[in-house]
């Protein structure tokens, strides 16, 4: 089991950055695959970005590709959102996820652990 506890969320400026943590607790953090998802009020959460066990692969939305770049640390337990040229859509809570392997990486259902979420507002 994996706990999981997002930091790092507020509010910026169209076009500013910036970086949310996610901190793991658990000995096994690098045996699950990691995820970041979002959700808007009125909308289904979304896949953003997910990074596989032993960083082996990475992947991402249509929507944040080229501006958000997800990351993972084993030995720290961390999973990094680093997110640039924000735009006001990117307005959410995000939320961080853990998969034990096999999973799709664009599936929230088949992510089994999920942190409390951080507020990122983007202004216009």
């Known amino acids: 089991q994996v706990q999981l506890v997002e930091s790092g969320g507020g509010e910026v400026q169209a076009g500013g950055s910036l970086r949310l943590a996610c901190a793991a607790s658990g000995r096994t953090f690098s045996s699950y695959g990691m995820g970041w998802f979002r959700q808007a009020p009125g909308k289904e959460r979304q896949f953003v970005a997910a990074v596989t066990q032993s960083r082996q692969n990475t992947y991402y939305s249509d929507s944040v590709k080229g501006r958000f770049t997800i990351s993972r640390d084993d030995a720290k337990n961390t999973v990094d959102l680093q997110m640039n040229n924000l735009k006001p859509e990117d307005t959410a809570v995000y939320y961080c996820?853990?998969?034990?392997?096999?999973?799709?990486?664009?599936?929230?259902?088949?992510?089994?652990?999920w942190g409390q979420g951080t507020q990122v507002t983007v202004s216009s």
């Open positions: 996820a853990a998969a034990v392997p096999p999973y799709t990486v664009a599936y929230a259902s088949q992510y089994s652990y």
